[in-house]
């Protein structure tokens, strides 16, 4: 990768993640506080940017492996401008409908892991992927993963200077002004007929745990800022500068991904890193103490991202080159799908005054993910450093 091609493509990311971290904070009080609508609807509204994200992103990424990687980035770059400026005028809830499912608004990852704008996330990693060498690509994953986080929480604290309705445009310029910068990225299009997938089952094993996680995002993750709206009252600007903290710590945790994948491996980074944070979330709704609250909301999202480029740099190392873009799309569809039943779940026992549940639920699901991890894995992670770029390599029986 070269330095230009690291300029662009992080300005690009940048303005996607300023713009997400200010949607991110103004979309649930948008909902719950200035329309008046339930926890409810703001499920259903996370339900329809979680579904209609597995989709597009689904698209993006055949559109990426078939009509060419920067055509489909261009698509991506897109819907989230366009979805926040029809927020900006209307606030009628078919319209919050149309621009959560455009926008991705499903809220199921933190400001370094995706979220808002999600359907972008995919085609992203696999221009990453191929113009990155083995050798540096859990590193460049977890540079641009800071980058995108660190401007993200930055977004996140900038939404305390526009009100509500404000913000939106001022995410739909943001968003906007880094489209022109991916006709500058010299990544080579590999479009190409296409063709069934060769490394299918790898891609079902990566989809199942992609499943289990994706469930057990969508039932914390959208819902960790409606908790302390509903539960401790906090205002919204005090909510922008924790969630700021927060995206900026996870930021930074990203950064930790090259030292994991050499001393623990893939699996084993996963496991301790998921399974501290799902010890952390337990605790939360049963100690209701707002300064412990508080600390687990900022630290669980950097244990929940820091092995995230690791997971990614091992997904692409066992697929082919021209299969990537279908590959992590497919990995996105499994978690997006299966966060959607998580959300409208959550939705329900929030709106019924069940807060605890959904954690514990997110334990029981967690452990099970794990478990599968290795499951399917532990085989993984001698001599991948070896091959060379885009040689696929099966995975290990457990």
């Known amino acids: 990768m070269t330095r230009k091609d690291f300029v662009f493509l992080t300005l690009f990311r940048m303005t996607r993640s300023v713009a997400a971290g200010m949607i991110m904070i103004v979309f649930p009080y948008l909902v719950l506080q200035r329309l008046h609508f339930g926890p409810l609807t703001l499920g259903l509204l996370y339900v329809v940017g979680a579904i209609a994200t597995a989709g597009l992103g689904l698209l993006i990424g055949l559109l990426g492996d078939v009509w060419g990687r ?8 897109l819907l989230m401008p366009f979805s926040s400026l029809l927020i900006f005028l209307s606030g009628h809830l078919v319209v919050l409908m149309l621009a959560s499912a455009l926008g991705g608004f499903s809220a199921t990852g933190s400001l370094a892991g995706g979220g808002v704008g999600g359907a972008a996330a995919p085609i992203q990693s696999a221009v990453i992927a191929d113009m990155a060498l083995r050798e540096k690509r859990t590193f460049y994953f977890s540079a641009f993963s800071f980058l995108s986080g660190i401007f993200g929480a930055v977004g996140a604290l900038a939404a305390r200077l526009f009100d509500v309705h404000t913000a939106f445009l001022v995410a739909t310029l943001i968003s906007a002004a880094g489209i022109p910068l991916i006709f500058w ?6 479009g190409g007929k296409l063709t069934r997938l ?14 289990l996680n994706g469930f057990s995002s969508g039932l914390i993750v959208p819902f960790l800022i409606p908790f302390f709206v509903l539960v401790y009252s906090l205002p919204k600007s005090s909510m922008a500068v924790y969630g700021f903290i927060s995206g900026g710590l996870a930021s930074v945790a990203l950064l930790t991904a090259p030292a994991l994948e050499r001393r623990l491996g893939f699996v084993k980074s996963i496991a301790w890193t998921r399974g501290v944070g799902t010890v952390l979330l337990v605790l939360m709704p049963l100690v209701r103490w707002l300064p412990l609250s508080l600390f687990i909301y900022i630290l669980t999202p950097s244990l929940r991202v820091a092995a995230v480029p690791v997971q990614q740099a091992a997904l692409v190392d066992m697929v ?21 039943a998580g959300i409208a779940l959550t939705g329900w026992l929030f709106d019924a005054a069940e807060i605890a549940l959904p954690f514990f639920a997110y334990a029981a699901v967690m452990v099970s993910n794990i478990y599968l991890y290795f499951r399917f894995f532990s085989g993984w992670g001698a001599g ?9 390599q099966p995975v290990r029986k457990a």
């Open 70 to 77: 920067k055509k489909a980035l261009f698509v991506a770059g």
């Open 185 to 190: 990225l010299s990544v080579e299009d590999v």
């Open 198 to 211: 060769r490394s299918r089952v790898v891609v079902g094993k990566f989809s199942l745990t992609g499943l």
């Open 320 to 340: 082919d080159r021209d299969e990537r873009g279908r590959a992590l799309a497919a990995n996105q569809v499994a978690r997006l799908s299966a966060s959607s």
């Open 384 to 392: 991948t450093a070896s091959r060379a770029p885009g040689e696929a």
